[in-house]
C-alpha cells in the first residue's frame, strides 16, 4: 500500500526566511505526488504535482518540491515565506488509478505552516 | 478553468433532518469524489464515480447516499446523522485518464444538532 509521512505538525519561519516542508513516500511503483495547500474553512488548492517527467517541479506561488528516489522524499521548498503563505500543507500519493475510472489519493496528516513577522 | 463549486457553503440541521449537497464541475472531468474533513485531520474518502457509476464506497453509514445524475452533478443525500458527522465535506474531481490529480470544492461546513 502506498502511503507519505510528513515530519512536523506544524513549522514555523520568519517573514523571508526559507520554507521547508518534508515529505516521505512509500510506493511500490513510481509514484505520482502532489502538495496541496488549504487555508482556513477552504477547499484543498493543488500546488504541485510530480508525475515522472522531471525531478523538479514548479508550482503555484513560488514553491517547488524535488523528487528523490534514493531518499523516497518530495520535499516542498519556497525561497522566501510571505505572510500569506500560513496554512495546512498536505503532501498526498496517488495510486495508479482504479480499474473503473478515478484514483485514489492517500494524504499525509498534514503540516501547520506559521509565518511570523 | 478548475473550478469546483459546492453548495451550501454552511448547513446546520438536526439528525431527524434531511438536507443533500451539491456539487459541480464543468471540466469535462469523468471521476468525482466525496472527501469528508473533520478539523485538523486530512480528507478521508467516502465514495468515487467515474462515468457516473459508484465505483468506491469506503464503507460509509447509510446515512449518507451519494448521487451522480450526470457527469457535471454530484450530490450527498443525508437522512438521520449524527453529531459526529459534523465536519468540512468536500467534492472533488479528476480527468479520470493518466493525469491523477484532483480538483476540490471549498467545501460544505456541516454542523449536526
Known amino acids: 500500500a502506498q502511503s507519505v509521512t510528513q515530519l512536523g505538525s506544524h513549522v514555523s519561519v520568519s517573514e523571508g526566511a526559507l520554507v521547508l516542508l518534508r515529505c516521505n513516500y512509500s510506493?511500490?511503483?513510481?509514484?505520482?505526488l502532489f502538495w496541496y495547500v488549504q487555508y482556513p474553512n477552504q477547499g484543498l488548492q493543488l500546488l504541485l504535482k510530480?508525475?515522472?517527467?522531471?525531478?523538479l517541479v514548479k508550482g503555484i506561488n513560488g514553491f517547488e518540491a524535488e523528487f528523490k528516489k534514493s531518499e523516497t522524499s518530495f520535499h516542498l521548498t519556497k525561497p522566501s515565506a510571505h505572510m500569506s503563505d500560513a496554512a495546512e500543507y498536505f503532501c498526498?500519493?496517488?495510486?495508479?488509478?482504479?480499474?473503473?475510472?478515478?484514483?485514489?489519493?492517500?494524504f499525509g496528516t498534514g503540516t501547520q505552516l506559521k509565518v511570523e513577522l | 478553468d478548475t473550478e469546483v463549486t459546492q453548495t451550501p457553503k454552511h448547513l446546520v440541521m438536526g439528525m431527524t433532518n434531511k438536507k443533500s449537497l451539491k456539487c459541480e464541475q464543468h471540466?469535462?472531468?469523468?471521476?468525482m469524489y466525496w472527501y469528508k474533513q473533520k478539523a485538523k485531520k486530512p480528507p478521508e474518502l467516502m465514495f468515487v464515480?467515474?462515468?457516473?457509476?459508484?465505483?468506491i464506497n469506503e464503507s460509509v453509514p447509510s446515512r449518507f447516499s451519494p448521487e451522480c445524475p450526470n457527469s457535471s452533478l454530484l450530490n450527498l443525500h443525508l437522512h438521520a446523522l449524527q453529531p459526529e458527522d459534523s465536519a468540512l465535506y468536500l467534492c472533488?474531481?479528476?480527468?479520470?485518464?493518466?493525469?491523477?490529480?484532483?480538483?476540490f470544492g471549498p467545501g460544505t461546513r456541516l454542523t449536526v444538532t
Open positions: 464515480y467515474s462515468y457516473e457509476k459508484l465505483s
Open positions: 498526498a500519493v496517488s495510486d495508479q488509478g482504479l480499474t473503473g475510472g478515478g484514483n485514489k489519493l492517500t
Open positions: 472533488a474531481s479528476s480527468h479520470g485518464g493518466t493525469t491523477y490529480e484532483q480538483y
Open positions: 471540466m469535462g472531468h469523468r471521476a
Open positions: 510506493s511500490s511503483v513510481p509514484p505520482y
Open positions: 510530480y508525475t515522472s517527467a522531471a525531478t
